[in-house]
């Protein structure tokens, strides 16, 4: 997948969750965002600001969604001896739960599908051209 191809995927998805139809050119992804921030401050006003546990991240995942709080005046952070794959937030629960969150699984499709293809394409480049799955023999020696 070219970059300008995986650019305009995030661009159409931030398009999608800011509740327009266009075809996600950088524009409209910009105008999704400042909306999308402002009904982040509208939440945060009205709403209670709780804390979030997020936990179970590849380490690519969990750039991606520590880029994402960020974008949205979000501080990721955790406590003291929690695991490193841990994130904490705080935020207004309906903009973490019906915004980021799921902004975050469709990123993430697009970000592994990209990291899956480009890793594919080196192995069969480089390493050897077939990437099937391995064969499956019969049971194992010695076992009954």
């Known amino acids: ?10 661009a159409k998805i931030e398009a999608l969750f800011a509740g327009t139809h266009s075809d996600g ?6 105008l ?9 401050r509208e939440e945060q006003d009205r709403d209670q600001v709780t804390e979030h546990k997020f936990t179970g991240f590849t380490p690519y995942s969990k750039l991606l969604f520590m880029a994402l709080l ?8 955790r406590y003291y001896r929690q695991r490193q794959s841990t994130i904490m937030v705080s935020g207004p629960e309906d903009f973490i739960n019906n915004v980021i969150w ?7 499709t697009v970000l592994r599908e990209h990291l899956s293809d480009i890793t594919t394409k080196i192995i069969t480049q480089y390493v050897h051209p077939s990437v099937e799955d391995e064969k499956e ?8």
């Open 70 to 77: 960020r974008r949205y005046g979000l501080e990721p952070f």
């Open 25 to 30: 050119e950088r524009e409209a992804a910009g």
């Open 32 to 40: 999704a965002l400042e909306r999308l921030l402002a009904r982040l």
């Open 137 to 144: 023999r019969g049971q194992i020696r010695g076992s009954a």
């Open 1 to 10: 997948m070219q970059q300008h191809v995986l650019q305009e995927k995030i």
């Open 102 to 108: 799921p902004e975050f699984n469709e990123l993430n």
